[in-house]
């Protein structure tokens, strides 16, 4: 059974400093996506990373994905308050699937 | 452009009254839809999903039904709800096996 593991949970960070989310999962699969989460509010697909050593950049996230090391990080440059929010993973098991399995999330505050 | 809307918005029912949610996909044919729930702070918990019309497959054992009785169409239902099924809704569609999935705006249910 595919199992997706985010860490931290829970993140709190100052603005304008840098940190990483990262998710690691079970068995192999090459496809890995990240979402943004407001409170309250649905899922926002934030990218889609569909190959090894696959990078994406957004603003001041930036994805990247090891299908070797079965991880994918996402990275926070010079963090702002507008960047708080839940932020998922979800991985589909190589081969396709009807569903991903997703992780469960890691909530970032970033203080003034 | 794809779209997809959820209704109702926000719910209020009583313990043991019934339930009926609905997702409808636009600009798009023969999607693969899914039900999420989502308890409060916590991760997503994929309910049902579904491949075509009158193809179901549920992931979790619980008094929630789900129906496709159109191409994009996805219902979710209950006879007696529970205070446990208490939570945030989300549907989602996606084009192909294990491909990005895109969400709702999500039915936010109280059950009191």
């Known amino acids: 059974e595919l199992k997706v593991e985010q860490n931290p949970l829970f993140l709190s960070m100052q603005e304008g400093k840098n940190y990483t989310i990262y998710c690691n999962y079970s068995?192999?699969?090459?496809?890995l996506y990240w979402y943004r989460q407001d409170p309250g509010k649905s899922l926002e697909s934030l990218f889609v990373?569909?190959?090894?050593?696959a990078v994406k950049q957004e603003g001041r996230l930036m994805a990247s994905l090891d299908t070797k090391a079965r991880l994918s990080t996402l990275h926070i440059t010079a963090a702002v308050h507008d960047l708080s929010a839940t932020y998922f993973c979800?991985?589909?098991?190589?081969?396709?699937?009807?569903?991903?399995?997703f992780g469960k999330g890691t909530k970032l505050t970033v203080n003034p | 452009s794809q779209t997809i809307h959820q209704w109702p918005a926000t719910l209020v029912q009583p313990v043991g009254s019934p339930l009926s949610l609905e997702c409808t996909v636009e600009?798009?044919?023969?999607?693969?839809l899914y039900w999420y729930r989502q308890a409060a702070g916590r991760g997503l918990q994929l309910l049902f999903y579904?491949?075509?019309?009158?193809?179901i497959s549920s992931e979790v054992p619980q008094n929630l039904s789900a129906s496709r009785p159109q191409d994009r169409q996805f219902i979710l239902s209950s006879k007696k709800l529970l205070l446990s099924d208490s939570g945030f809704y989300l549907c989602?569609?996606?084009?192909?096996?294990?491909?990005?999935?895109?969400f709702g705006p999500g039915t936010r249910l109280t059950v009191t």
């Open positions: 989602a569609w996606s084009k192909g096996l294990g491909d990005e999935q895109y």
């Open positions: 068995t192999t699969s090459d496809r």
């Open positions: 990373l569909l190959s090894n050593g």
């Open positions: 979800a991985v589909d098991i190589q081969g396709g699937s009807e569903k991903l399995v």
């Open positions: 600009g798009t044919s023969n999607p693969n």
């Open positions: 579904s491949i075509g019309i009158d193809q």
